[in-house]
């Protein structure tokens, strides 16, 4: 119930937003602040709710949707089914905590107010809905309907080339999305849901009944072919399709299933179909080229949206989908995988060195550390796979804050370019002392967040059977490149002699003494401070997170130890 | 062993110093200095009760920091007597430091950042000696990378500091990059990251990696560039940084992973070591700078560390740690003196200060005969025990090359009275009138009381630099007591104590009392270089030894050139790809796209149109559905995508 609040209420608060008339403008902001805060006050009351040593789904919600006759295929049930586990309840509490941040931080929006805060409600109910859907179905109508807000949200409210950068978004994101589709589609078609089953087949006469034992003798049943196939029950339940007992015999998917020329399995092909799918959100290097495009047009709370929490459906996706579900994709290709992650790593350091926009070193700067999140998945080690979720959790506060950042720089002088300031440390000592904090949080040095997401990511990697040492030792290059980037444009942009080109446009050559920036509103200091100890306290005691996780992935990596 | 009171201490030893950070920088431009210093003195006074009460390596006070379905990190903490006998110094020398900049910082210096960020700098170094395994060490190893940074940079608005703070923090982080993938291997091949489990020793690779992290934390060759550009911060700073304590944290670290390191894996670092001393002492010769002189000696006299290290002798390292850091200290204090009262650290502006400044002269002039190694000074007993080390290892091994090493390390001995005996000749020696016209009279204005807490703490260090605190015998430091502090039995523990004190050479004494001779004659006459003594702000020597020297042997020039200008064209390089070949890519398939779909829909149009009826009747019928979903494109993708859904499913079946 507390869950399907979490997606309700903003949903609800979107449609409140777009339906009240404009004289209530100043009320638009209001309501979005209490949304989000309620959203945040719930996540609270999950947390106390919140097992830690389950590994189970839990705090769960299943309601009966559609179920559609296929005639001699049996019958496919959908249902509306949202829970949490390990995995995915850290991502949700750092997405209910971005949300009510880049509320804070839209608070001066002034145009069209109503489109503005409805979208961005509309945003918040689908990206928790992402995270709290254990039908895949239900899953993709979230992941499809996110593209929506967004789309507008980069395409109205973004800087000059906002309709190429949210065209794109959206077209790259949307050709995941088939893929995704594709596969879900597949994978329906080979599982059964066996307490379903059961029941059509007459087993047992009420759900109740349903144990372990039921299901492994339906299980051995379906293996055995004595299931008449038009009583066979097909589901996009999570828990199903995590399970090779419920994959039917022969069927597209199935672990013998068909193979392609080349002598490419189904299941691989569907595997890297979903890998490619979720690679373009996360973003991995080659699909990354949308991520500094919508980051650079879109407005600072968006942008803190997209690196926050938006990136990390890509690695929720991963986790649950593409290595969930195929798990011997995982295990085949982990080389490959790992290859992908340090690439990303490397490449992303080496662009983001390379910028004189401060938005888009930002971009780079989080290709990169995605990569470690990919890294840490493929090592198929507890230490990687709990870095990873750590690493998004620590990357979404941390990425936050530098956008955010980013925006207070944009908000004086609408002048993004690095080589445009110099000593702003003289003009605006607390916004270079908590950009400091934030560059140095991010290159990872130890007490913030991200030393423990690489150390761990990097651990893993190293411990792990599936991957090569050179990766990781490519990997930490990484790291010497993030203090490279981070530390010179502290160093342009912070030190030296106070100077600005204020107001001037790209080809003037007009620079010019402007009067002295204003330091932080009392507004942006508050985000900023909240965001820094929040990436603190995570470094201190990264215990916080890896107790939510750590059951969780232990059950998660069992199943790479059969194959 | 294990004790309430040891804990108590080792946690105050930690607390104290990074809530006095957050407590400095609030509090006012008065009283941040004395706070400060309030601080440093209770660091002191439980350090030394620390050490009085540790004998043997206590037990590690174990927490668990975060636990994985895959194990868990113990954050452990403990003291035995070396890194205590350490401890007690960073804190000394912090001390007087701090005390020393109450005169040293001008009014507008801003001294509630300037305190906060030393005392950040004191709790992050006790951090590095109390840690008990390397994952916490290299924590605190970061920040003690980040306090250098801060404090190297602490004149932001100089572009040179800001340079010269991020070249630090750069070049420290490539040597950290090595060490923490020592570390990860480390963990992966014992499982465990506690000092006290790691006895056996690691390949030669593994050891190498974790020696990148001292490498660079210590400037040995060819990170050594940083170090002499760190000068640009406050010279207290350089005084505590990066001449006594921060830049000794990679001796530290050699000592206590001295027993993973291979015999291959300590030729290498006695290599590096000797290789670091030699070049150091050169790179000093020419210097006109005198923080610069004081520098490359300090990279110098660290490689004779590492080269100590790398020949077995894990106490003649850690004593020379001990001197090295009362004298330089000293040194850099008492140079600091004399730039506050010149308002110029070009010592070609500077001479006969020794009439003016006389308490500072001999104070100056005693840290500077123990740094050359002159006997009844400390100097002169750590670096024999180092030599007669060296000699010994030479011995021990099978090819007669190994006798290279304490040969070279001889003879650096001798350049650095070379140079030594220059920086005090041009300092304090000859007329001054001809050199510093200017300067005299800001002298005078200097007020006495400030002098004095500029004075003292130089007194005191000169003081320390004499043999008797160390050795009773002024001639050897053999059976002293220092080798109780700085054994392997006293880092590992254990009952038994083997003897690894050496005996040197009869002719060992006589050889390096005759080079420091030598050097200091030399070094006197070395002064009056005219290629470097004229009058200009860029000097342009026409010698190559002097230029060689002066740009320390080209390695800059050689890193900038074929390191870190190749990754900035890597970088601008794979930037363009990314915008042209892969973006590129992108954009080009969608504009083929395009192309593609009015090529259709020429086709269709010219071709197919009669024939199809039906799919007009549909067309239309879907582009109702779009037009009566506000807002068009995106839910009516959705909605076509639902019902496409179900129509394939329908299909199937």
Same mark, same amino acid.
């Given at each position: 119930m507390l869950l399907s609040l979490l997606i309700a209420l903003p949903l609800f608060g979107s449609l409140i937003v777009a339906l009240?008339?404009? @004289?209530?403008?100043?009320q638009f902001r209001w309501i979005a602040l209490g949304v989000t805060a309620i959203n945040l006050l719930i996540c609270g009351l999950v947390y106390t709710a919140f097992?830690?040593? /389950?590994?189970d789904y839990q705090i769960g919600q299943q309601l009966d949707w559609i179920t559609l006759s296929l005639g001699s295929l049996g019958s496919v049930s959908i249902d509306y089914l949202v829970g949490i586990d390990g995995m995915s309840f850290p991502l949700v509490l750092l997405s209910v905590v971005v949300m009510l941040i880049g509320v804070i931080s839209s608070? #001066?929006?002034?145009?069209r107010q109503r489109a503005y805060f409805s979208l961005y409600l509309l945003l918040t109910g689908t990206i928790l809905g992402c995270f709290l859907a254990l039908d895949f179905f239900l899953f993709f109508l979230f992941f499809e309907f996110m593209l929506l807000p967004m789309y507008f949200l980069i395409g109205l409210w973004?800087?000059?080339r906002r309709e190429y950068a949210s065209i794109k978004f959206f077209l790259y994101t949307l050709l995941g999305s088939v893929l995704i589709l594709l596969v879900m589609i597949g994978l329906s078609m080979s599982v059964m849901d066996p307490i379903s089953t059961a029941l059509a087949t007459g087993i047992?006469?009420?759900?109740?009944?349903?144990d372990t034992n039921i299901i492994r003798l339906i299980q051995a049943q379906l293996a055995n072919g004595q299931i008449d196939p038009s009583r066979i029950v097909h589901t996009f339940d999570f828990r199903y399709l995590s399970d090779g007992g419920n994959y039917l015999p022969?069927?597209? +998917?199935?672990?013998?299933g068909e193979t392609f020329p080349l002598g490419i399995p189904s299941r691989m092909l569907a595997f890297w179909a979903v890998f490619l799918g979720f690679a373009i959100k996360l973003p991995i290097v080659p699909l990354h080229t949308w991520l500094p495009d919508a980051h650079v047009e879109a407005p600072t709370p968006v942008s803190v949206v997209l690196a926050g929490v938006l990136l990390k459906i890509g690695g929720y996706g991963f986790l649950r989908i593409a290595w969930g579900f195929f798990p011997d994709g995982g295990a085949e290709y982990a080389r490959v995988l790992g290859g992908l992650g340090v690439l990303s790593i490397v490449y992303g350091g080496l662009c983001a060195l390379a910028q004189n926009d401060v938005k888009k070193m930002i971009a780079y700067s989080s290709v990169s550390h995605m990569g470690f999140v990919l890294l840490g998945i493929a090592s198929l080690t507890p230490e990687g796979v709990n870095g990873a979720i750590y690493q998004m959790v620590s990357h979404g506060v941390l990425s936050a804050m530098l956008f955010l950042i980013a925006g207070v720089i944009y908000d004086r002088t609408h002048d993004r370019r690095i *080589?445009? &300031?110099?000593?702003l440390n003289h003009a605006m000592p607390q916004y270079a002392t908590l950009t400091a904090v934030a560059f140095f949080g991010s290159l990872g040095l130890?007490?913030?967040s991200g030393f423990v997401g690489e150390l761990f990511t990097l651990m893993g990697s190293m411990q792990s059977?599936?991957?090569?040492?050179w990766q990781t030792a490519l990997a930490t290059l990484g790291i010497a490149l993030a203090a490279g980037y981070f530390l010179w444009t502290l160093q342009r942009m912070f030190f030296g002699q106070y100077w600005t080109r204020v107001?001037?446009?790209? !080809? *003037?050559? !007009?620079a010019h003494m402007g009067a002295p920036l204003r330091d932080l509103t009392p507004r942006e200091r508050g985000m900023l401070i909240s965001l820094g100890v929040l990436a603190l306290v995570m470094g201190l005691f990264p215990n916080l997170v890896f107790n939510l996780t750590s059951a969780s992935v232990g059950e998660w990596l069992k199943r790479f130890l059969v194959g | 062993m294990d004790t309430p009171l040891e804990t108590v201490l080792i946690s105050l030893l930690l607390l104290v110093p990074f809530a006095g950070f957050l407590a400095v920088r609030a509090s006012s431009e008065r009283w941040a200095g004395p706070l400060a210093i309030g601080l440093t003195s209770l660091g002191l006074l439980f350090s030394v009760v620390l050490l009085s009460i =540790?004998? /043997?390596?206590?037990v590690p006070i174990l927490g668990e920091w975060l636990r994985t379905s895959g194990g868990s990190i113990l954050v452990g903490f403990r003291i035995d007597r070396a890194s205590g006998v350490i401890l007690v110094l960073a804190h000394f020398v912090a001390l007087l430091v701090q005390i020393y900049s109450l005169a040293y910082l001008?009014? $507008?210096?801003d001294r509630p950042r300037y305190y906060g960020y030393l005392q950040l700098f004191v709790g992050a170094k006790a951090g590095i000696l109390l840690a008990s395994n390397l994952i916490v060490l290299y924590a605190f190893w970061e920040l003690v990378g980040l306090a250098s940074y801060l404090l190297i940079g602490f004149?932001?608005? $100089?572009p040179e500091a800001a340079r010269a703070a991020q070249k630090a923090f750069l070049y420290n982080r490539v040597g950290d990059v090595g060490f923490l993938l020592g570390i990860l291997l480390i963990y992966n091949l014992f499982g465990t990251a506690e000092f006290s489990q790691l006895t056996a020793v690691a390949p030669t690779g593994v050891g190498l990696l974790l020696f990148m992290g001292c490498m660079g934390k210590s400037a040995q060759f060819p990170l050594i560039g940083w170090l002499p550009d760190a000068?640009?911060?406050?010279t207290p700073v350089s005084a505590l940084?990066?001449?006594?304590t921060m830049v000794a944290a990679g001796i530290f670290l050699l000592a206590r992973i001295h027993p993973l390191l291979s015999p291959d894996a300590l030729v290498v670092v006695a290599f590096v070591g000797t290789l670091t001393a030699l070049w150091g002492g050169f790179s000093a +010769? &020419?210097? =006109?700078d005198i923080k610069k002189v004081l520098a490359f000696s300090t990279v110098s006299q660290l490689g004779l560390m590492v080269a100590a290290m790398g020949t077995d002798n894990l106490t003649g390292g850690l004593f020379h740690l001990l001197t090295h850091a009362f004298f330089k200290a000293g040194l850099f204090l008492g140079a600091g003196a004399v730039i506050h009262t010149?308002? =110029?650290?070009?010592?070609? /502006?500077?001479? #006969?200060?020794r009439r003016t400044m006389p308490t500072t002269f001999w104070a100056y002039l005693v840290c500077a005969a123990s740094l050359a190694g002159?006997?009844? +000074?400390s100097g002169f007993l750590s670096k024999e025990s180092i030599l007669a080390g060296a000699f010994a290892w030479a011995d021990a091994q099978? @090819?007669? +090359?190994?006798y290279g090493i304490p040969l070279v390390l001889l003879a650096s001995s001798g350049l650095t009275a070379l140079y030594m005996a220059r920086q005090v000749r041009m300092v304090f020696?000859?007329?001054?009138s001809s050199h510093a016209q200017g300067s005299m009279p800001d002298r005078q204005k200097a007020p006495p009381a400030s002098s004095r807490l500029l004075t003292a703490p130089v007194l005191l260090l000169a003081v320390l630099s004499g043999w008797v605190w160390f050795s009773l015998n002024p001639l050897s430091a053999h059976g002293s007591w220092v080798e109780s502090w700085f054994s392997e039995t006293s880092l590992m523990g254990g009952t038994t104590a083997p003897n690894k004190g050496h005996t040197a050479p009869v002719w060992l004494a006589p050889a390096s009392i005759a080079l420091v001779a030598l050097g200091g004659w030399l070094g006197f006459r070395l002064h009056a270089d005219p290629s470097v003594m004229?009058?200009? *702000?860029r000097p342009s020597p026409n010698r190559w030894i002097v230029r060689a020297s002066l740009r320390y042997g080209f390695l800059d020039d050689f890193i900038n050139k074929f390191i870190v200008l190749p990754i900035r064209r890597l970088a601008t390089g794979t930037y363009r790809t990314d915008a042209r070949v892969v973006d590129g890519a992108v954009n080009g398939a969608g504009v083929g796209m395009v192309v593609l779909a009015h090529i259709t829909n020429a086709l269709d149009r010219f071709g197919v149109d009669g024939l199809v009826n039906g799919g007009a009747w549909l067309a239309r019928q879907v582009g109702r559905v779009t037009r009566s979903v506000?807002?068009?494109r995106i839910q009516s993708y959705i909605t076509a995508a639902v019902v496409g859904l179900l129509l394939i499913i329908w299909l199937i079946s």
């Open positions: 009240l008339p404009n @004289s209530q403008r100043e097992d830690q040593s /389950q590994a608070w #001066n929006i002034q145009e973004g800087g000059p047992i006469n009420g759900p109740e009944q349903a022969g069927s597209f +998917l199935s672990v013998a *080589d445009s &300031y110099r000593g130890p007490g913030f059977e599936w991957l090569p040492g107001g001037a446009h790209v !080809g *003037d050559s !007009g | =540790t004998d /043997q390596p206590s001008d009014e $507008k210096a004149w932001y608005e $100089k000068m640009e911060g406050p940084l990066h001449a006594a +010769l &020419y210097q =006109t010149l308002h =110029t650290q070009d010592m070609r /502006q500077m001479g #006969n200060l002159v006997p009844f +000074l099978s @090819s007669g +090359l190994a020696f000859g007329d001054a004229q009058h200009s *702000d506000q807002g068009g």
